[in-house]
C-alpha cells in the first residue's frame, strides 16, 4: 500500500456522461497531481493542488476539471466523454517523503 | 514538444546480465531526474533517483548515471532478474518553490523483459 487511494479501481460509462474521480493523498502530503495514461503514452501531466490550490496546469483538456478539499483529497471530474478519454488516470501526492503514486483508475469509455 | 525522452519501447536481456535504460532530456533547467518502475494495472514505484549536482547514485543493483552536458541519463540493473520485468519510465522535474516539488515530467516508458 503505497498510502495514495484512488478510488474507483475500475470505471465504465457511456460517451457524454461525466465522472468522478477520487483520490487520497498520503498522510502529511499536500501536494496531489493527476496523470492521465492513454495507450502507448507515458503519464501525462493533467494538474497539480498544493494545501487546496492549483499550483500548475499540464495538459488538462477544457471538459476535465479538478480540486482540492480542506481535508486535501482531491477530484477529478471529466464530463463530455469522448472515446479517447479511456485512459489510465493515476494520483501522486508529494512531500518530504517523495512522490508516491496511487494504483489508479482505468476509465473506460464505451 | 518532449522534454523526457525514452527512444526505446522495449529490451530483452538474459537473465543475469546488465540491463541498461536510457533516457535523454532537453530541459536543462530539471533539478532531480527519477526512475519508476510500473507492472500492469498498478500504479508506477518509485526506483532510483539522483540530484542534478551529481553524475552517479547507487541503490543495490539499481544505479543511475547522469551526463549533464549530454542531457542523458541511464539506469543500470545488474545482475538483472526475472522479476525485474516491467515497464521503466524515466521522469524529472524542478526542484520546489513555494513548498511545493514540481510535476513529474515523464518519458514514454521503457519495456524491460528480463528471460530465465
Known amino acids: 500500500d503505497s498510502g495514495v487511494t484512488q478510488t474507483p479501481k475500475h470505471l465504465i460509462t457511456a460517451t457524454g456522461q461525466r465522472v468522478t474521480l477520487r483520490c487520497s493523498p498520503r498522510?502529511?502530503?499536500?501536494?496531489v497531481y493527476w496523470y492521465q495514461q492513454s495507450l502507448d503514452q507515458g503519464l501525462q501531466f493533467l494538474i497539480q493542488?498544493?494545501?487546496?490550490?492549483?499550483?500548475a496546469k499540464g495538459n488538462i483538456l477544457e471538459r476535465f476539471s479538478a480540486q482540492q478539499f480542506p481535508d486535501l483529497h482531491s477530484e477529478l471530474n471529466l464530463s463530455s466523454l469522448e472515446l479517447g478519454d479511456s485512459a489510465l488516470y493515476f494520483c501522486?501526492?508529494?512531500?518530504?517523503?517523495?512522490?508516491?503514486f496511487g494504483s489508479g483508475t482505468r476509465l473506460t469509455v464505451v | 514538444d518532449q522534454q523526457v525522452k525514452q527512444n526505446s519501447p522495449s529490451l530483452s536481456v538474459q537473465e543475469g546480465r546488465i540491463s541498461i535504460l536510457n533516457c535523454d532530456y532537453t530541459?536543462?533547467?530539471?533539478?532531480?531526474f527519477l526512475w519508476y518502475k510500473k507492472y500492469p494495472a498498478e500504479g508506477p514505484t518509485f526506483l532510483i533517483s539522483i540530484s542534478s549536482i551529481k553524475d552517479k547514485n547507487e541503490d543495490g543493483r539499481f544505479t543511475v548515471f547522469l551526463n549533464k552536458s549530454a542531457k542523458h541519463l541511464s539506469l543500470h540493473i545488474v545482475p538483472s532478474q526475472p522479476g525485474d520485468s516491467a515497464v521503466y519510465f524515466c521522469?524529472?522535474?524542478?526542484?520546489?518553490?513555494?513548498?511545493?516539488?514540481?510535476?513529474?515530467?515523464f518519458g514514454k516508458g521503457t519495456k524491460l523483459s528480463v528471460k530465465p
Open positions: 530541459n536543462s533547467m530539471f533539478d532531480y
Open positions: 493542488y498544493y494545501n487546496g490550490e492549483e499550483r
Open positions: 521522469a524529472a522535474y524542478r526542484g520546489s518553490y513555494g513548498g511545493s516539488q514540481g510535476n513529474l515530467i
Open positions: 501522486a501526492s508529494s512531500g518530504p517523503g517523495g512522490y508516491t
Open positions: 498522510s502529511g502530503d499536500l501536494s
